[in-house]
């Protein structure tokens, strides 16, 4: 049960808004879990509705909780949030932010590239592309799919080396390919049957979709990779300047 302890001199919803600050911190109140009403709040800690939501409304604005109407008020999943300001990889992440990552291999083959990675990539529609499938997980809760594909021909070797810590662009990087740049699209998207099914969401859930490519010094595209990243899950950051 929520409690409140009442400190002279302090404003009742900061005390509401810091005491529910606490419980999500500590643990006690669980990503996706739906906060008790606000009639039940008020009841709990000894103050208004008023009040309740007043402090409640604090922690919605900082992106502790969020809001479903008609539902109710739920405890924000934890995001990962990754700097597009520079070309990282999911694990300087994970260490810049603290979470356990995992990466899970889903399918690895050569196939006939499409016309969409064909253009991409600058080649002919249905050359070889190596296409790399996996999850990436913070956690253990599945956050991107991820899917790569490279031109069979740069690097045919990818088919068997070890995937599991890093992308197939920092092999490339490794084998002496110097990577300069990559430009990404991100749009919002709702997930279909198969991404639902992956993310462990309901079909339709909003996702965040990004298509990236990655060139060589030369200018050269050397992947494109195809992101399905969970909506609540998932936040991108980048820094505008004039």
Not at 108 to 132: H, T
Not at 222 to 229: F, P, Q, S, Y
Request: aromatic residues 6%; proline residues 3%.
């Amino acid at each position: 049960m929520l409690t409140l302890t009442k400190t002279e001199g302090v404003a009742l919803y900061i005390q509401v808004r810091e005491a529910l600050r606490e419980q999500i911190e500590s643990g006690l109140l669980n990503p996706g879990e739906r906060l008790p009403s606000e009639e039940e709040l008020a009841a709990q800690f000894g103050v208004s509705r008023m009040t309740v939501r007043q402090g409640v409304s604090d922690l919605t604005d900082e992106g502790l909780l969020y809001r479903r109407r008609g539902i109710g008020t739920f405890v924000t999943q934890f995001h990962v949030e990754r700097d597009h300001n520079r070309l990282t990889d999911f694990f300087e992440t994970a260490r810049a932010e603290g979470f356990k990552a995992e990466v899970r291999l889903l399918s690895r083959e050569v196939i006939a590239a499409k016309l969409m990675i064909a253009n991409e990539l600058g080649l002919q529609e249905n050359e070889p592309v190596v296409r790399i499938q996996s999850l990436r997980l913070a956690g253990n809760v599945p956050v991107t799919i991820y899917d790569e594909y490279v031109p069979y021909k740069l690097r045919p070797e990818l088919l068997t080396e070890d995937l599991r810590s890093r992308a197939a662009w920092q092999i490339l990087e490794e084998s002496g390919l110097v990577i300069k740049r990559a430009v990404q699209v991100i749009e919002a998207r709702g997930a279909d049957e198969e991404i639902a099914v992956l993310l462990d969401i309901e079909e339709d859930s909003p996702i965040l979709f990004k298509n990236r490519v990655i060139y060589a010094e030369d200018g050269s595209p050397v992947e494109v990779i195809l992101c399905h990243n969970h909506g609540n899950m998932y936040a991108a950051k980048m820094i505008l300047m004039r």
